[in-house]
């Protein structure tokens, strides 16, 4: 159980495009969100967090505008990397999480965005 | 089916003691094999294993990979309330030059005073 999948896996776009990537918890519901970034180095850098029905919390230094979340149902969240450039390619990755006090985070494979 | 399992699930232990978390996987073919320590946000990376065999130290943490047996284990030595957090595994597979990811559900340490 707890399976979240991210799609597409690997994305390739022109710079000036928006790309649309899907979080999903597939057997089950997911209250809360989170959006990370994966830098070369290995580090994880958490970009926002979507609490479903309501708006995202962005980590400072993230553009909302540029980054849209929207976390619409407990099974599902998107990013949307907007007007991307070259410097927005990356390693996206989601987590979900669900109710309760448990900590635990489950990760989503991951989805490769290189803007040419 | 899970291709990283980590055990235990959860763990809560006294100051002062020592902790071995335990990470097998099933992939054998991955480019490293990280470790991560998640608290409130984004995952602090602790080490990159690529090398069976050869122990990577920092401090009172230390990790070895067996390729052999498809396992690795991350030890904390000591252990102090600031330990308290969840311990990931992570698998990096090939494919491009950031690769897959393939997490483990995590081992919650808690360290009590």
């Known amino acids: 159980g707890a399976v979240v999948s991210q799609h597409p896996s690997w994305v390739i776009c022109k710079s000036g495009t928006s790309v649309k990537i899907e979080c999903r918890s597939l057997?089950?519901?997911?209250?809360?969100m989170f959006w990370y970034r994966q830098f070369p180095k290995q580090s994880l850098m958490l970009m926002a967090t979507?609490?479903?029905?309501?708006?995202?919390?962005?980590e400072q230094g993230v553009e909302k505008d540029k980054f849209l979340i929207n976390h619409a149902s407990l099974t599902l969240s998107t990013l949307t990397v907007t007007s991307a450039h070259p410097e927005d390619s990356s390693f996206y990755i989601c987590?979900?999480?669900?109710?309760?006090?448990?900590?635990?985070?489950?990760f989503g494979p991951g989805t490769r965005l290189t803007v040419l | 089916e899970d291709k990283v399992v980590q055990s235990p699930l959860s763990l809560v232990v006294h100051e002062g003691d020592t902790v071995t978390l335990n990470c097998s996987y099933e992939?054998?073919?991955?480019?490293?094999l990280l470790w991560y320590k998640q608290e409130k946000k984004a995952p602090t990376f602790l080490f990159m294993l690529?090398?069976?065999?050869i122990e990577k130290k920092s401090g009172r943490l230390s990790s070895i990979l067996d390729k052999k047996e498809l396992f690795s284990i991350l030890n904390i030595t000591a252990t102090q309330t600031g330990d308290s957090a969840v311990y990931l595994c992570?698998?990096?597979?090939?494919?491009?030059?950031?690769?897959?990811?393939?997490f483990g559900k995590g081992t919650k340490l808690s360290v009590k005073p």
């Open positions: 987590s979900a999480k669900t109710s309760g006090s448990s900590d635990t985070q489950y």
């Open positions: 057997d089950f519901q997911a209250t809360t």
């Open positions: 979507s609490n479903e029905g309501s708006k995202a919390t962005y």
């Open positions: 992939v054998t073919n991955f480019r490293s």
């Open positions: 690529t090398s069976s065999g």
């Open positions: 992570v698998l990096r597979g090939y494919g491009g030059s950031q690769g897959n990811l393939i």
